[in-house]
């Protein structure tokens, strides 16, 4: 009886080997794209299942550029899991190749025989893409550009079969651009009244055709001063308006990104005024009025080109809350009554 069922798993065995046609099976790699001039690199991942040693052999069965054979490809190490392709000792030319990896396996079957399976894997070997080009608004070509909130270039569409893309550094969130056609817009977002930290943003310009990928770089500084409604006047307000105190504190809006002035000076009022605390970098300024009453104040933004120059005015009112000195107290005669000081 264990004769028999020794002789069933045998045949069991015998026919799941028959069905799979190999004791193992071989594993070239995946297909890959690679650039001209790059190097070809062949990559055959290890099995458990191969003899040792695996008897590895790496050839060239196809090519299809219309310049070389198969026999013209050589290779760095033949008999190895990894090994580089090349002709002449050099980068394999533009074409599609197909590589061939075989390989022993063990006698997992114990016939006494290791079965040689083969894989091939398909390696494209790409031309380099069309040369990306970007065409600067101000006309200057340079490289360099500086621009208000915004800012517009062009483009050189990329070739058939390839893809354009962009992007930019310091990649922080702050930048929202559109490729259409040949046409690159980019904006910054303006989403906050504070100092930026960064002004200047490398825009990058890519095509690529899956293998090669060439790239196009511009420096583009946002001026950017705080306008939010777009109408180009930079705003300010008087804080805890109107004042029960002498002392007033003007805020403008963020004169500029990284650059710009913002000053805030008195254009009319009641009295002089007194600047206790200024500053220009940051739009800000306090203020010693010396009579109550309403104070008109400027504030004037500079140094923001190409954005233009922004004038902005706002006004506060003082009031006579005990700070001031009116002079002594006195009796008023009004329709024969004395009215004594203090009264309302």
Not at 30 to 46: F, H, R, T, Y
Not at 253 to 279: A, H, I
Not at 321 to 326: A, H, R, T
Request: contains cysteine; hydrophobic residues 30%; negative net charge.
């Amino acid at each position: 009886m264990k004769q028999v069922f020794l002789f069933l798993l045998l045949c069991l065995a015998s026919c799941m080997y028959g069905q799979s046609g190999t004791e193992c099976a071989a594993n070239a790699g995946v297909d890959q794209s690679v650039c001209v001039g790059s190097g070809v690199k062949l990559n055959a991942p290890v099995s458990l299942d191969y003899n040792n040693p695996p008897n590895i052999q790496w050839t060239c069965v196809s090519v299809q550029n219309g310049t070389i054979q198969p026999g013209d490809v050589s290779f760095t190490s033949p008999n190895d899991y990894v090994t580089g392709a090349m002709y002449n000792g050099g980068p394999l030319p533009v074409g599609t190749y197909t590589f061939q990896f075989c390989v022993d396996c063990k006698d997992l079957n114990n016939d006494g025989q290791h079965d040689r399976p083969c894989d091939n894997v398909v390696v494209t070997v790409t031309p380099e893409p069309t040369e990306p080009q970007i065409i600067e608004s101000d006309g200057s070509q340079d490289g360099f550009m500086t621009v208000c909130q915004s800012a517009t270039v062009g483009v050189n569409l990329p070739g058939a079969g390839e893809i354009a893309s962009v992007d930019y550094f310091p990649s922080d969130g702050r930048l929202s651009y559109d490729l259409s056609g040949n046409t690159l817009t980019l904006k910054y977002i303006d989403n906050t009244n504070t100092r930026q930290e960064q002004c200047t943003y490398t825009i990058t310009y890519y095509i690529s055709n899956g293998g090669c990928t060439s790239k196009k770089s511009i420096e583009i500084t946002f001026i950017s001063p705080y306008d939010p409604n777009e109408d180009g006047i930079i705003e300010g307000f008087i804080y805890l308006c109107p004042s029960c105190s002498k002392t007033i504190c003007l805020y403008g809006d963020r004169p500029g990104g990284c650059y710009g002035e913002g000053k805030w000076e008195l254009v009319s009022g009641p009295g002089t005024v007194t600047f206790t605390y200024e500053n220009l970098e940051y739009g800000d300024a306090c203020v010693e009025v010396s009579a109550p009453g309403n104070y008109t104040f400027r504030y004037s933004v500079t140094n923001i080109g190409p954005c233009p120059d922004s004038e902005f005015e706002v006004s506060c009112t003082v009031l006579d809350i005990d700070e001031f000195s009116l002079g002594p107290d006195i009796d008023v005669l009004l329709c024969e009554n004395v009215i004594p000081a203090g009264s309302t």
